[in-house]
């Protein structure tokens, strides 16, 4: 997901706020007593309201809620504000409250905050999960969570005892002073009790014992039996399951339908019409999907009905032949192009893309006298709650969202317009029941809000020695913003961040004196959304594409030429450097294999990868994978490796396999065996390298995802001579 | 008719061409099996019929009748199948979603071949779909499970 900050005329989320200054503002930090007993720490975000002018954050009186819980059976359960969804937060932000808290870590427990304002995101001002933000953005809320309700367990624990705060210490979950020792649990009602301290400063990082350090999932006991509920597993009594006929065109709208014959097919309850189109409601799934088989529709087409992808590639071709509007301009890249000793570059393309998560989307809605309770997986709680809280003429507070474990997000469930809950809501309103709505995998598949296809066309000129002179350059393709409650994020020239993320911020562009980056938006009326890694899947593929091509020109060693390009920016320097070494860059191998690299900055992180490629009946095969990352302090290192490996292996998906298509306003792919996606016998040996670092947090769920293209694309020239410039690669 | 899951057996009113998936879920209440595409393509739903790893969203539940039928909540009581504890020992799951049918298609292979090479797994592992990237983690699984006794 894209970070709607404005004022900036990049995307990408700066982790400026992250850092190790203690909390010291009063009113930051409010505690109160459980029923049941225990300490509850909460926080409100001062200054966290940068949405309400949009009005989707629910304002009003602050409510405590928490972070942290502390049971007096000692064990401490944290209250997670993001939602996990495979990217490892429920370890790791626990991790960030174990650092300071000083407890026994066999005794968290994890659970989904509900949807509520004191769980707003620190920068965005929404609760929500995206952006890789989630842990530079909790890496001070977390921390003073455990740091604040450590000194209050000191404190108690220093009445009880006698003695003064400072001869007692917190370890592994309780306080001990000389001889005497009391558990967390054991003091909990008497911490509860306590003022919160004005200010209590965080541990010196040189002090740490968790962060850094590598820490086994604390979801794996219910994701390897089953027990881990996901949006899908909600089930209770009554529950009726839903699915929906949807126009087969983008916007399209139901003229007509008849639903006698999807009435009569056996466990089918309800037909009913809903905005979207026409919900067959069922005591299950599988009746749900035999009634919409029989049920007769007449759609009436929408503005997308005649969009056909092949179509709109050429058109995009041709805008991207014209300037458009300028993003970026420096010098005389006209002159300086004609001037040239020498010019690269050429037409690139990217298709539209489904997440396809593999859990399919879905949303259970329960509707009651004075509220609503809704389950389901989403990146985008407050939206959401707010969603189906207007559709229901209700206060957000009255929706009551639980948030399920998501099975891959990938972007998908962070959609301004909310389209899978409002969807549902409409449901079981109209049903006057509490329905599970499902879609199917090709519901899922033809749902819309893709990543945008894009073209990017671009010529460099080097002089006689291989040196940057020109770089001309247009993107073409849709705003991800525009039409949503973030439109009035754009910047005043209209260009959407995510068009040129990665491109107008490129290090690479500003070494070449005349410039230009231009931007057309066209809007085809195809959804569209951020996609794991949003504009950078697309430009990271171009520039890496662009600088390997110059770098050929140039006579010169691509990781060499870069390194040289890079020279003043040490943190794609580290991780390019370490790629390169940990894959023994230069080094023969075997014939009918070569390397390619690439080096990107997204998120607030640095990732460099080397792919080793052969071709095998005309495929391209990836054989290995060496990666290195800057991404700050590493929390977690092993979900820093498995987020690389993650990353690597979406973006690999889009590299050689995945495309969507449209003819006559219809989505041509449905299901796994049309959109292919990579599957284990695809899977390179992947190897991933931290750079060490004390720099605040970055991102990780999306860094590792915009270099895979290119590096295997500049493996393949390597190989063949053939630049390929389209994805996905085919030779 | 009657069906027997995880050793005990069920009675269920289900049409003959229901899958088996749904059977399990909605009827029978048992989640851990997951949907994901509903034609055989990504694995999401692998059970064990008489020890055999199938696709329960395109296997109807009048062929499971008369068979026995594996879920992964019948797999072990406490996670303790040699897969299981690999799994956990090497930290493969990320959103894990797909891994109900990763771990019921390992726990297939490593009871008919003790120590199953890259080949095998790539056979066996390579229907199944993870969307999240943790192939080269159960690749390692695979083998490490081999190692803790298959069963």
């Known amino acids: ?731 | 008719m009657r069906l027997m899951v995880n050793g005990v057996a069920h009675d269920v009113d289900a049409p003959a061409d229901m899958p088996l998936l749904w059977v399990l879920r909605d009827l029978l209440g048992m989640t851990g099996t997951k949907y994901g595409c509903g034609m055989g393509l990504c694995g999401a739903c692998t059970v064990h019929i008489d020890g055999e790893p199938r696709r329960s969203c395109s296997t109807n539940v009048s062929v499971a009748e008369g068979t026995q039928i594996t879920t992964i909540e019948g797999l072990s009581d406490d996670a303790s199948h040699p897969v299981q504890q690999a799994w956990a020992e090497l930290d493969v799951v990320q959103c894990g979603y797909c891994q109900s049918g990763q771990i019921m298609a390992a726990a297939a292979l490593v009871a008919s071949d003790a120590n199953p090479d890259d080949a095998a797994i790539e056979e066996a592992m390579t229907g199944l779909i993870c969307r999240c990237g943790t192939y080269d983690a159960i690749r390692a699984a695979v083998k490490r499970a081999a190692e803790l006794g298959g069963r």
């Open chain 1, 1 to 731: 997901m894209r970070t709607p900050k404005a004022g900036r005329p990049d995307s990408t989320p700066s982790p400026e706020t992250a850092g190790n200054s203690a909390p010291s503002r009063r009113d930051f930090l409010k505690t109160s007593a459980v029923a049941g007993g225990g300490l509850v720490i909460a926080f409100t975000v001062p200054g966290a309201k940068r949405l309400a002018m949009a009005g989707i954050v629910p304002t009003g009186a602050f409510e405590p809620n928490a972070f942290l819980r502390i049971g007096t059976d000692d064990t401490v359960t944290v209250l997670l504000a993001h939602s996990e969804m495979g990217q490892g937060i429920w370890t790791s932000l626990p991790m960030l409250i174990a650092e300071e808290l000083e407890c026994d870590w066999s005794k968290i427990r994890v659970e989904h905050a509900p949807a509520a304002p004191e769980y707003a995101h620190t920068a965005y001002g929404l609760q929500a999960t995206g952006g890789s933000t989630t842990t530079w953005s909790e890496f001070d809320r977390y921390r003073q969570a455990g740091a604040t309700a450590r000194a209050m367990l000191v404190q108690a624990a220093a009445e009880r005892f006698g003695v003064t705060p400072s001869s007692c210490r917190a370890e592994n979950g309780a306080v001990v002073a000389d001889e005497r020792r009391a558990t967390f649990g054991e003091l909990a009602e008497a911490a509860a009790a306590l003022e919160a301290p004005e200010s209590v400063p965080f541990k010196d990082p040189k002090d740490w014992t968790v962060i850094g350090t590598p820490r086994m999932r604390l979801d794996t006991p219910e994701k390897t039996t089953g027990r881990a509920k996901f949006g899908m597993d909600v089930q209770f009594e009554g529950l009726l399951t839903a699915v929906v006929a949807n126009s087969p065109t983008f916007g399209g709208s139901v003229r007509s339908f008849d639903a006698t014959d999807a009435l009569a097919v056996p466990g089918v309850r309800h037909v009913v019409q809903v905005p979207s189109g026409i919900a067959v409601v069922a005591d299950h799934f599988w009746a749900a999907t035999e009634g919409r088989k029989a049920l007769k529709i007449e759609w009436e087409p929408g503005r997308a009905a005649s969009v056909d992808t092949d179509a709109l590639r050429a058109e995009y071709l041709e805008l991207a032949a014209t300037p458009g509007v300028t993003a970026d301009e420096a010098g005389d890249v006209a002159g300086a192009l004609a001037g040239a000793a020498t010019t690269i570059g050429g037409e690139f393309s990217v298709p539209y893309l489904a997440h396809a998560t593999m859990e399919p989307l879905n949303c259970t809605v329960r509707i009651g006298s004075d509220g609503c309770e809704i389950w389901t997986g989403t990146q985008f709680q407050t939206p959401d709650q707010g969603a189906a809280a207007a559709i229901l003429g209700l206060a957000p507070e009255q929706v009551k969202l639980h948030t399920t474990f998501l099975g891959g997000g990938f972007g998908r469930r962070a959609n301004p317009a909310s389209d899978f809950v409002s969807q549902a809501v409409h449901v079981a309103k109209a049903a006057g029941a509490p329905v599970k709505t499902v879609l199917t995998r090709e519901d899922d598949t033809r749902a819309g809000y893709y990543r945008p296809a894009f073209v990017h066309s671009a010529r460099l000129g080097l002089d006689a020695d291989g040196r940057p002179v020109a770089w001309d350059h247009v993107a073409v393709g849709q705003s991800i913003l525009a039409g949503t409650f973030f439109e009035a994020m754009l910047p005043e020239n209209g260009i959407d961040p995510s068009s040129v993320e990665g491109l107008t911020d490129s290090p690479y562009l500003a070494e070449f004196p005349n410039r230009r980056v231009g931007v057309h938006t066209p809007d085809p009326g195809v959804p569209v959304l951020w996609w794991r890694s949003v504009g950078h899947t697309h430009t990271a593929f171009a520039v890496e594409s662009l600088i390997d091509e110059a770098a050929h020109a140039a006579g010169r060693d691509p990781f060499e030429y870069r390194r040289q390009m890079l020279a003043n920016h040490p943190r794609h320097l580290g991780a390019l450097e370490l790629a390169a070494e940990k894959a023994d860059w230069g080094s023969p191998l075997p014939a009918g294999q070569a390397r390619g690299i690439a080096v990107h900055e997204s998120f607030g992180s640095f990732v460099a990868h080397v792919a080793e490629v052969s071709v095998e009946d005309g495929r391209i095969r990836v054989n290995r994978v060496v990666s290195a990352v800057d991404c700050g302090i590493a929390v977690n290192p092993m979900t820093i490796d498995a987020q690389l490996k993650g990353a690597i292996t979406f973006g690999l998906s889009a590299t050689l396999h995945s495309s969507l298509s449209m003819k006559e306003g219809r989505v041509q792919e449905s299901n796994f065996h049309d959109y292919q996606v990579l599957r284990l016998s695809g899977m390179p040996a992947v190897e991933t390298h931290i750079v060490p670092s004390t720099d605040p947090p970055g991102g990780i769920g999306e860094p590792g995802t915009p270099p895979i293209a290119p590096a295997v694309a500049n493996a393949v020239f390597a190989l063949t001579g053939r630049r390929l410039r389209d994805l996905p690669l085919a030779l």
